[in-house]
């Protein structure tokens, strides 16, 4: 119970208080701790989480920029094919957690090149570890996302323990031309994660244009949970 209702303190940042910085220290002891507690398919852990502290500004500002003209590309093609009638002119509000924070995570795969001794007895076996080859990174990408997942999930309940608020986009280029200008980043992204201290909430924005919280809700259980 004590966990359910840590999480459920969790709300999307609209903008962090960014005279407030989470000591490099205590986001250390956050991953270390992340890393200690998540699982992953014979312990390959096939993704790099890459940390942009607060002095990273510039770098942070190139990925929002590639989020917003993901977004404005995504809609003119929906305004082309017909599947909405317009698209919006403004960047969206609620990606400016990616440019103002304490602390930005880029979770990319990464290809693995030392199996444990048990994984690597299999290999001599003739087990194929896909994980260990480059050309197979597209290949797993779902496997490796739902593993990003489970890392982002552990972190954000060891971070909402300590009040350190977390948001969340997968909104951005799938192409990895289009991060040429971010040369550590080998492989597509798959998640970017932002920490720090919360000034504004997306649901009080909400909230202050008149909306209630029922009106921006969860589908209900049973939408979403099929018993067979």
């Not at 003119?76 to 698209?87: E, F, H, L, M, T």
């Not at 300590?162 to 200008?181: E, F, G, H, R, T």
Request: hydrophobic fraction near 35%.
């Amino acid at each position: 119970m004590d966990s359910l209702l840590t999480l459920m303190k969790r709300k999307h940042v609209a903008s962090y208080n960014i005279d407030i910085e989470i000591p490099k220290g205590t986001v250390e002891k956050l991953l270390h701790k992340t890393w200690q507690a998540t699982s992953s398919k014979n312990n390959f852990m096939p993704y790099s989480v890459h940390v942009l502290g607060p002095d990273k500004k510039e770098e942070k500002i190139l990925v929002w920029k590639k989020c917003v003209a993901k977004q404005q590309y995504s809609e003119d093609q929906a305004v082309k094919q017909g599947k909405i009638k317009k698209a919006q002119t403004k960047a969206n509000p609620y990606y400016n957690h990616i440019k103002e924070n304490s602390h930005l995570l880029i979770f990319t795969p990464r290809v693995c090149d030392k199996p444990t001794r048990y994984c690597q007895k299999q290999i001599e076996e003739g087990h194929y570890a896909q994980e260990m080859f480059d050309d197979q990174v597209n290949e797993i990408i779902n496997t490796t996302s739902i593993e990003v997942g489970m890392f982002a999930s552990h972190l954000t309940l060891f971070c909402m323990e300590q009040d350190i608020d977390v948001s969340y986009a997968v909104c951005m280029p799938v192409l990895l031309k289009n991060w040429q200008n971010l040369p550590f980043v080998k492989h597509r992204p798959i998640m970017l994660m932002s920490l720090g201290y919360g000034g504004k909430y997306r649901s009080q924005n909400l909230q202050a244009m008149g909306w209630k919280p029922e009106d921006d809700f969860k589908p209900e259980i049973n939408e979403v949970v099929k018993w067979i």
